[in-house]
């Protein structure tokens, strides 16, 4: 039971408390944040606001009042990136967290929905209460998830950092409240794995127990903001199955201020093909001193610092971590498999994740790529001429982890994987850079 204890101290230091900027609903969502934004406004988020004029971050396409609060998104070059999908409700993303509040306003419309627990069964009962397991898949009533705590269906948030989570991922997009995903449209699939007062021994467990649910539910991503310092055969063994399934598993690099090619933390540094470890930046592109980095184990980096979300109650607030930013490399990879329905891989969604994004030398040391996550890139890059086989993607993931342990030109290996992703000139082997 030490590895349940880990875990639970180590989420418990990875959760974030909510800042004091939660509110309300937010009151401006009655005001349309520009004249353009109001023209286009609909809740078909297909129906964009057709882009006009110059190009550039300032473009609203979406009119989701606070959006304009979430530096996260500008970074990440959001906008310019829904002009090319906003996402797709075929697309699930199962959280894997503390519950969400499903009645959120900004939340309720991307819950994934499970088609064998709703409509009515042969006795004229609402399947969604009628007590029954009608799509026998071994639990009752699971209409948008599990509450694998107290194995019944409320989904209940009594932390907020799953609500937090859901909202960074896919908060609806275009419905002219509060703020928007990553990804505007998608199936969010609540799994609650984790309660402030749970029992220690029970939450490894629970994880496990959400990862095969995930996997039975086909869900295309597992968000896990969440971890501990001590691996776990039966979740290995989970996430070996999710692997098997083509599932990506985005996993918090965790907040121990630690480097992970020391010191690894799991789930995100077990030697799977579909798990993509992601480390939290601040608006000067800086790692922040909580996040664990690694320039073997942490793949990417994503904004993490004061994120504005959605939180229970219906309200908004801000929350700082890799749970954060792994949120974002979500949403990322849900447009990356909207725009492309052929793209359901998890090895090739994170070529696309790690060798898009904008090389950032600030990450030397601290990730295996030096990337920092740009959506539009992501979804731009899909209609160039880059080639991501897995074969030939694995090949490339293990030459570029070697180039990058070499204490060598770093600029000049940046400037190579930006221009293209053939693979860098093999090295040999020598010690690795510890440390920073
Ligand atoms: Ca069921
Ligand atoms: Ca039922
Ligand atoms: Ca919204």
């Known amino acids: 039971m030490k590895t349940t204890n880990s875990l639970v101290l180590a989420l418990s230091m990875m959760i974030s408390t909510p800042s004091v900027h939660a509110s309300k609903a937010d009151p401006k969502a009655k005001k349309a944040p520009s004249k353009k934004a109001a023209a286009g406004r609909t809740t078909e988020l297909g129906k964009a606001v057709p882009v006009t004029g110059k190009t550039g971050e300032q473009e609203v396409l979406l009119n989701d009042p606070s959006i304009s609060e979430a530096w996260g998104l500008k970074m990440t070059s959001a906008q310019k990136a829904w002009r090319l999908s906003q996402g797709d409700r075929k697309i699930v993303v199962a959280v894997i967290d503390t519950g969400a509040d499903i009645r959120h306003k900004d939340l309720q419309s991307n819950l994934w929905t499970n088609s064998g627990e709703v409509g009515l069964d042969s006795m004229g009962r609402d399947k969604s209460s009628n007590g029954v397991d009608d799509d026998k898949n071994g639990v009752v009533d699971d209409v948008h998830g599990w509450n694998f705590v107290g194995n019944n269906n409320k989904l209940t948030d009594n932390h907020g950092h799953g609500t937090h989570i859901a909202g960074i991922i896919g908060a609806e997009g275009g419905n002219g409240y509060g703020i928007s995903g990553v990804s505007p449209k998608v199936s969010l699939m609540i799994l609650k794995y984790f309660e402030p007062n749970s029992s220690a021994g029970e939450n490894l467990k629970n994880t496990v127990k959400a990862i095969d649910y995930a996997v039975k539910m086909k869900a295309n991503i597992i968000n896990y903001s969440g971890g501990g ?194 693979p860098a000139p093999a090295v040999e082997e020598v010690p690795v850079q510890k440390g920073q």
């Open 229 to 422: 310092i001590e691996p776990s055969s039966e979740e290995k063994a989970a996430l070996k199955r999710a692997e098997s399934a083509g599932i990506l598993v985005v996993a918090a690099a965790g907040n121990e201020r630690s480097n992970s090619d020391i010191h690894r933390y799991y789930p995100a540094d077990y030697d799977l093909d579909n798990i993509v470890s992601v480390t939290a930046i601040d608006r000067t592109e800086n790692v922040l001193a909580s996040s664990n980095y690694g320039e073997e184990t942490v793949d990417i980096a994503a904004p993490g610092y004061n994120i504005i979300s959605t939180l229970p109650d219906g309200k908004f607030g801000h929350m700082t971590g890799t749970s954060q930013a792994t949120a974002f490399v979500s949403g990322v990879a849900a447009l990356i498999m909207a725009k492309n329905p052929e793209l359901r891989k998890a090895d090739q969604i994170i070529k696309y994740l790690t060798q898009t994004g904008d090389t950032d030398l600030k990450l030397a040391g601290k990730t295996r790529y030096l990337k920092r996550l740009n959506s539009y890139n992501a979804l731009a890059m899909q209609n160039s001429d880059l080639n991501f086989n897995g074969t030939r993607a694995q090949a490339q993931r293990r030459e570029i982890s070697e180039t990058t342990k070499a204490p060598q030109d770093l600029a000049s290996l940046a400037k190579q994987m930006q221009k293209h992703i053939a």
